[in-house]
């Protein structure tokens, strides 16, 4: 993190241990947790991780700050401790049960910490106390930068320390390191097991843990590339040393919810159903689709013919093989040669596979939009070495690669020119 972040962080986070004060009402010695979760980019890896393919990612410095502490009082033998959450940021307060029982609230930023209040209960065994939590985020809410698994992050890492979790024997038997932590929280979110862990309902997303893995997992001044099902590191990249990421939020939210979750979770969906026309004709239990690519040195090919010859009743033959074309080529292709590019430093052929990646969400997985198809578009033509849409898709931002001593005029010129294209965007 640059010192100018820095210092605005620490000034943030001794703000809201004031705010904390104010909320709990604990004595002062009581201890304060104090947590740091930035965003991330998902530099390539579109709709890669919950496949079990694989992704290139890296921290940002803007993210959230949070502090919490233990809730004062102990609530009786029929009552459940209680989370109290404030966003320093709206002055918005939700207060909530720490059950596996507490009812969600979609649509409400509440809904992610609720999720793992419910969650963190189910979990983990024996008494739970209670916790107040304040946090200020200054990432762009639905722009695809992790707003949300942020949250999410951060509410568990506050409430297990609060409660200890790490001591607890159903965490020592299943989270021993930062993947299997991110791993474990990105089925948090999707509701699906983790190990021994019994999934719970989850946020409503049929997504995987790059979020999670990104957040926690990130190296500084590097790119990390991860594989997924389970969270395996691969190796760490150099970001070039004079280039730095420029992010162009596009103004269309790209929340998961409503008519966005569905669209969402369809391209989510297409893959899964064609996993499971490959698990019914070969008869392999087959985890994830990139388990069954790499069953064998033909599987890819054997894949693809079923998949062409499929009769599913959700989706057309040439959707299902637009997909799995679309996954096996970023993460078994197009991943590993970029970042083979950056190792080299051969930033044309870097670009080169951004735009292929780019290319493939346009035509395959279909989540692209007007205003992040003219971001890339005009990064490109101001000179930026790359440039991506990334996240979840059907709206959310943009990455650019630009030389460092240039960020500022390109930063103003991508923003001039993108307003003039699309004005009421903001």
């Known amino acids: 993190m640059s010192d100018e972040q820095s210092e605005l962080k620490a000034a943030r986070i001794g703000e809201l241990a004031r705010r904390l004060s104010h909320l709990s009402g604990a004595p002062n010695d009581t201890e304060v947790f104090v947590f740091w979760i930035p965003g991330r980019i998902e530099v390539l890896g579109k709709h890669t991780d919950y496949g079990g393919g694989r992704s290139l990612l890296c921290a940002v410095e803007r993210g959230i700050c ?15 401790p ?39 209960a189910a979990n983990f065994s024996g008494a739970m106390s209670g916790a107040d939590i304040v946090f200020a985020s200054d990432l762009p809410p639905a ?27 159903e965490y020592r038997d299943n989270i021993t390191t930062k993947e299997d932590l991110a791993g474990y929280l990105g089925c948090v979110e999707n509701g699906l097991n983790f190990k021994s862990l019994h999934g719970h309902a989850g946020v409503g997303t049929f997504g995987g843990s790059e979020d999670q893995t990104a957040i926690l997992c990130a190296i500084p001044n590097s790119l990390v590339q991860y594989s997924f099902c389970p ?17 162009g939020a596009s103004g269309v939210l790209a929340e998961k919810t409503g008519a966005a979750l569905q669209l969402y979770n369809g391209v989510s969906r297409r893959l899964s159903v064609a996993l499971e026309c490959w698990r019914s004709a070969s008869g392999r239990p087959d985890i994830s689709m990139g388990a069954a690519v790499a069953s064998s040195g033909d599987a890819r090919e054997r894949i693809r013919a079923i998949l062409v010859a499929s009769r599913s009743a959700e989706y057309p033959a040439q959707s299902l093989v637009d997909r799995f074309d679309q996954f096996v080529v970023e993460a078994n292709e ?9 190792i080299r430093g051969d930033l044309d052929a870097f ?54 001593r240039s960020v500022v005029v390109f930063r103003q010129k991508w923003s001039n020119a993108y307003h003039r294209a699309f004005p009421g965007n903001k």
Not at 153 to 166: R, T, Y
């Open 231 to 247: 969270v395996r590191f691969e190796r760490a990249i150099p970001l070039p040393r004079d280039y730095s990421f420029v992010i």
């Open 351 to 404: 670009g080169d596979a951004v735009a292929r990646s780019q290319l493939g969400a346009q035509n395959h997985l279909e989540n692209q939009i007007p205003e992040t198809i003219a971001l890339v578009r005009g990064a490109r033509d101001l000179g930026a070495a790359a440039a991506s849409a990334f996240g979840a898709g059907f709206g959310g931002s943009v990455w650019a690669l630009v030389e460092s």
């Open 66 to 80: 949070l502090v919490a502490r233990a809730r004062s009082g102990t609530p009786t033998r029929s009552e459940s």
């Open 334 to 342: 197009i991943i590993p040669a970029a970042g083979d590019a950056l």
């Open 143 to 169: 722009a695809g930068v992790s707003s949300s698994s942020a949250l999410v992050v951060g509410s568990f890492l506050a409430i297990a320390a609060v409660n200890d979790l790490p001591a607890r024997h």
């Open 82 to 120: 209680r989370v109290r959450i404030m966003d320093a940021n709206s002055g918005d307060i939700a207060e909530f049960d720490l059950a596996a029982n507490v009812e969600p609230r979609p649509g409400h930023w509440s809904n992610y910490p609720i999720t793992v209040a419910r969650r963190a």
